[in-house]
């Protein structure tokens, strides 16, 4: 009998988006990666998320959309790589035209009534059903694999950090004198609308130190509108809190969330981190809908504004809601829930 080799593949992923999506899209490169071992796999993404590349596992060339005129050499190297198949995540006009650019056999995205009618659904020959409004983000993700034949393939977020990063994590908490377990606080985002008052977080960071005894330690960014906040709830909470923001880097971050025994976060990178690992988090969301991006673990509670305990069923049509309806009270008592339970993850 002779021997079969499977022949060789070689893929395309377009990830435009923020940081968030392309840790949601992992699931679906490591399923690519099991089902096209030996396949050459190459990733488009945003320069604003290149700092998380190093730790997504499977991908042999990365090409950086930087919006400078340099980025037109990538895109002749682009137009050379003679790909099998193109999986355009993002679906917008630059994802579009960069997929026809691709000149893949198979140039697939997901259906859209409104996309039929554009310009841009030229650039594609295969549309896959997946209702990117009715779906979890790791689900659509992982719908457009259907055309390569994966089906049913693990929605685990797959993350892996480099040793660096974790020696980095630990040198700061050495630093800052934390050598037992923590909790991390991340009140920060890029979007000003997600923000929670300060006044609630110092009282849930007073809560903390008082009640359990856990070193309270905050994370962020080095944005002056994330730097503000901080400095507002350190200037509220009567205890003292460890302020690591803007002292890390994307995947030192992860390290630190990790590590943590718990986390307290609105809907932000560091949730998607969490959710890698297991670690128990408190997520509070607002102006977007968790249905499309709540993490999927046991150890995860959600808050939204206009409940009085945790989401417990998801609903694609939910409105916004304000963040200052989430109570401190429900905050806290979701901390309590999750800090009762034994820490049984391993690191």
């Given at each position: 009998?002779?021997?079969?080799?499977?022949?060789?593949?070689?893929?395309?992923?377009?990830?435009?988006?923020?940081?968030?999506?392309?840790?949601?899209?992992?699931?679906?490169?490591?399923?690519?990666?099991?089902?096209?071992?030996?396949?050459?796999v190459?990733?488009?993404v945003?320069?604003?998320?290149?700092?998380?590349?190093?730790?997504?596992a499977?991908?042999?060339?990365?090409?950086?959309?930087?919006?400078?005129?340099?980025?037109?050499?990538d895109?002749?190297?682009?137009?050379?790589?003679?790909?099998?198949?193109?999986?355009?995540?993002?679906?917008?006009?630059?994802?579009?035209?960069?997929?026809?650019?691709?000149?893949?056999?198979?140039r697939i995205?997901?259906?859209?009534?409104?996309?039929?009618?554009?310009?841009?659904?030229r650039?594609?020959?295969?549309?896959?059903?997946?209702?990117v409004?009715?779906?979890?983000?790791?689900?659509?993700?992982?719908?457009?694999?259907?055309?390569?034949g994966?089906?049913?393939?693990?929605?685990?977020?797959q993350?892996?950090?480099?040793?660096?990063?974790?020696?980095?994590?630990?040198?700061?908490?050495?630093?800052?004198?934390?050598?037992?377990?923590?909790?991390?606080?991340?009140?920060?985002?890029?979007?000003?609308?997600?923000?929670?008052?300060?006044?609630r977080?110092?009282?849930?960071?007073?809560?903390?130190?008082?009640?359990?005894?856990?070193?309270?330690?905050?994370?962020?960014?080095?944005?002056?509108?994330?730097?503000?906040?901080?400095?507002?709830?350190?200037?509220?909470?009567?205890?003292?809190?460890?302020?690591?923001?803007?002292?890390?880097?994307?995947l030192?971050?992860?390290?630190?969330?990790?590590?943590?025994?718990?986390?307290?976060?609105?809907?932000?990178?560091p949730?998607?981190?969490?959710?890698?690992?297991?670690?128990?988090?408190?997520?509070?969301?607002?102006?977007?809908?968790?249905f499309?991006?709540?993490?999927?673990?046991?150890?995860?509670?959600?808050?939204?504004?206009?409940?009085?305990?945790?989401?417990?069923?998801?609903?694609?049509?939910?409105?916004?809601?304000s963040?200052?309806?989430?109570?401190?009270?429900?905050?806290?008592?979701?901390?309590?829930?999750?800090?009762?339970?034994?820490?049984?993850?391993?690191?």
């Amino acid at each position: 009998m002779g021997v079969f080799f499977l022949p060789f593949v070689n893929i395309l992923l377009l990830q435009l988006k923020r940081i968030g999506d392309l840790i949601l899209t992992t699931p679906a490169i490591a399923a690519l990666r099991e089902k096209f071992p030996d396949a050459s796999v190459s990733l488009v993404v945003s320069a604003t998320v290149k700092e998380l590349i190093p730790a997504i596992a499977g991908i042999d060339k990365v090409f950086e959309v930087r919006g400078k005129t340099d980025d037109a050499l990538d895109w002749i190297a682009l137009s050379l790589g003679k790909y099998d198949y193109c999986l355009d995540f993002t679906r917008n006009d630059r994802s579009a035209f960069l997929t026809f650019l691709s000149g893949a056999r198979q140039r697939i995205t997901a259906d859209h009534p409104l996309l039929r009618m554009k310009l841009r659904a030229r650039s594609y020959n295969e549309f896959v059903d997946a209702p990117v409004g009715l779906l979890h983000t790791i689900d659509y993700h992982l719908a457009l694999l259907k055309p390569l034949g994966i089906e049913n393939a693990s929605r685990a977020i797959q993350l892996n950090l480099p040793e660096a990063t974790v020696t980095r994590a630990d040198e700061l908490l050495r630093a800052a004198g934390v050598e037992a377990d923590f909790v991390c606080f991340h009140p920060g985002s890029a979007r000003p609308e997600k923000f929670w008052e300060p006044v609630r977080w110092a009282e849930v960071i007073d809560y903390c130190a008082r009640e359990t005894g856990f070193k309270c330690v905050l994370t962020g960014g080095r944005s002056a509108m994330e730097q503000s906040q901080i400095g507002a709830i350190k200037k509220t909470a009567k205890s003292d809190v460890i302020d690591l923001s803007g002292k890390t880097n994307l995947l030192a971050l992860a390290a630190l969330v990790r590590k943590a025994r718990l986390l307290v976060t609105v809907d932000s990178a560091p949730m998607h981190f969490a959710a890698a690992w297991d670690t128990p988090q408190v997520v509070l969301f607002g102006p977007t809908n968790p249905f499309h991006w709540h993490p999927r673990s046991e150890c995860a509670l959600v808050l939204l504004g206009g409940m009085d305990r945790p989401v417990t069923e998801f609903d694609p049509k939910q409105r916004a809601t304000s963040m200052n309806q989430i109570s401190t009270k429900a905050v806290i008592d979701a901390m309590e829930a999750l800090l009762s339970a034994p820490a049984a993850r391993a690191l």
